[in-house]
Nanobody
């Protein structure tokens, strides 16, 4: 059973940093890609980035390139999203999800492969 859970959200001032965690359990994450999505108030769920757990290969949407960085801890089967230089437009609920490839549309994910989101608020 694929289980993922995002955590680490909070309130941060513009220009600040946060690190989100995506803890995985119940499956061999080495065979999966962990993706991050976000959903701002009143908007659809937007793909942010993904990381192949076996190779560490990462991809990012253009608006976060150079500011967000994925990393992983093999021993903890956990993925991290380091978010620097945060902007008010980064405010959203952030979700992690697991699939066999780096899909950028939510429809490609099994509905059970999503965790509960964590709220990131960037505001002064």
């Amino acid at each position: 059973e694929v289980r993922v859970q995002a955590s680490g959200g909070g309130l941060v001032q513009p220009g600040g940093s946060l690190r989100l965690s995506c803890a995985t359990s119940g499956f061999n994450v080495e065979y999966y890609v962990i993706s991050w999505f976000r959903q701002a108030p009143g908007k659809g769920r937007e793909w942010v980035s993904c990381i192949r757990f076996d190779t560490g290969t990462t991809y990012y949407t253009d608006s976060v390139k150079g500011r967000f960085t994925n990393s992983k801890d093999n021993a903890k089967a956990t993925v991290y999203l380091q978010m620097n230089s945060l902007k008010p437009e980064d405010t959203a609920v952030y979700y992690c999800a697991a699939e066999r490839a780096c899909y950028r549309d939510t429809d490609s994910f099994d509905e059970d492969h999503w965790g509960q989101g964590t709220l990131v608020t960037v505001s002064s």
